[in-house]
């Protein structure tokens, strides 16, 4: 007698991300409750389960679902509002204006859910977020069904949003409260930066991820002005600056992390700290480029992120797969530095170890939540395919994502989003938004 489940999916080819630079072939996935139960030949899926619903994906590769390691969802309603400037004009002259003007609770939800569609549209089941108004973007991530871990952020300057740093603590604290019970919902110290922060306020912060357990997500290292700048305020580099503060451990994420030479790297390695690389954002504002392969070198976590999309302009981890990769190979002058499939990990098992979450998603393994999305290598444009692995990175696109599951529930169906609302309704809400921000 088979055995029920909820689900088989049976595609060509299966990575599972670990066991390390594995590649199955003809294997089926078993999901029941939101789990992954079984992985096997799908000879033997067919004969062993009786599911309620089975899904033949012969031209697919099924992966882990995508974690976006850092993100600002809300900005998708100000993508292109300030293009080819450099980071401190960028903020200053425009989007800190922007936000001083518009950011609202209406606009972080709308913006939040308006970037959750494009996010799983791609494959990211999972995003690390930062921004204004988190009970907002909570609510957007629920209305999703996308999982989430959504940043308390803190500014010691005000803003629309709070008064300070400890006003911001206030506020994102009793966000958690409301929402840590939701199943696809987590939370995190987001200080937004070094240099926007006291060393009072990055203490707190240091303190309440302690008592909480939660990940710190901090930007730092983003500009060589940025270093200049804390050599001149605090005699000392932003790293070793947040390291005497009693930030850098196993739950720091340091975003960006452009700048960093041979301390900052030990710095790193020795707190066991993780980096949030987002290779085209980097690009994008001139800021240079991470030296990736120093921080695999020194055993460094290392997840990708894609930023905001005013500073990307796409929430694209394909993207950023592929230019992680090839960034690397040319400033290394090695074509061999990063290959695919470690690429592919810091795309999926480098996020979710980054957001200690790595006992439950990131990986195609027994036992863990079934975040999943099928990729089809069907069209003309993917063939031939020599190594499936290699297409991923170097050839697909987000386009080519079929199907998307979190927690065993479909999100993405044929390459269509399923959401509550219709996007003839998104497109009415954000062509409200457009009309408010050019006037």
Same mark, same amino acid.
């Given at each position: 007698m088979s055995d029920p489940v909820d689900q088989l999916i049976h595609p060509r080819w299966l990575l599972p991300i670990s066991p390390a630079d594995t590649l199955l072939e003809h294997h089926s996935v078993a999901i029941k409750a939101g789990r992954i139960v079984d992985i096997l030949p799908q000879a033997d899926a067919r004969l062993r389960y009786r599911a309620t619903e089975n899904f033949d994906l012969p031209d697919h590769v099924l992966i882990p679902g995508l974690v976006n390691l850092h993100a600002h969802a809300a900005m998708n309603l100000i993508r292109g509002i300030a293009d080819d400037l450099p980071l401190m004009r960028w903020l200053h002259e425009a989007i800190w204006p922007a936000e001083a003007k518009h950011a609202s609770p209406s606009f972080v939800h709308d913006g939040t859910l308006l970037a959750a569609r494009e996010m799983l549209r791609g494959g990211i089941t999972t995003c690390n977020d930062m921004y204004f108004y988190p009970d907002a973007a909570a609510a957007a991530f629920d209305e999703a069904g996308m999982r989430a871990v959504v940043g308390m952020i803190m500014l010691d300057f005000p803003t629309s949003y709070a008064r300070d740093a400890d006003d911001c603590l206030r506020k994102g604290l009793a966000v958690r409260d409301k929402w840590q019970a939701h199943p696809l919902l987590g939370f995190s110290i987001a200080p937004h930066a070094p240099y926007t922060l006291s060393d009072a306020s990055l203490e707190r912060a240091a303190s309440l991820a302690a008592e909480l357990d939660a990940p710190i997500h901090i930007h730092v290292h983003e500009t060589a002005d940025e270093i200049a700048d804390s050599l001149a305020a605090h005699g000392i580099r932003p790293l070793h600056r947040l390291e005497r503060l009693g930030l850098l451990g196993p739950g720091? $994420?340091?975003?960006?992390?452009?700048?960093?030479?041979?301390?900052?790297?030990?710095?790193?390695?020795?707190h066991g700290c993780?980096?949030?690389?987002?290779?085209?954002s980097n690009m994008k504002l001139g800021s240079g480029i991470a030296p990736l392969t120093q921080m695999v070198g020194h055993n460094i976590n290392v997840g990708l992120g894609t930023d905001g999309a005013a500073s990307n302009n796409r929430l694209d981890l394909f993207q950023e797969m592929r230019h992680a990769a090839l960034l690397a190979k040319v400033v290394g002058q090695d074509a061999s530095a990063i290959p695919a499939h470690l690429a592919l990990h810091m795309a999926t098992l480098g996020g979710a170890r980054a957001l200690g979450m790595d006992d439950e998603i990131g990986s195609i393994t027994v036992g863990k939540r079934a975040d999943l999305c099928a990729v089809s290598l069907s069209d003309p444009?993917?063939?031939?395919?020599?190594?499936p692995v290699s297409h991923l990175v170097y050839v697909c696109g987000r386009e080519q994502v079929s199907?998307?599951? $979190?927690d065993g529930a479909l999100r993405v169906r044929n390459g269509i989003v399923l959401l509550q609302i219709s996007d003839k309704e998104l497109l009415g809400i954000t062509t409200l938004w457009h009309t408010k921000l050019v006037n």
């Open positions: 720091l $994420i340091g975003v960006h992390a452009v700048h960093l030479d041979d301390t900052d790297l030990a710095r790193l390695a020795h993780s980096v949030a690389h987002c290779p085209t444009l993917m063939t031939p395919c020599f190594d199907h998307v599951w $979190i």
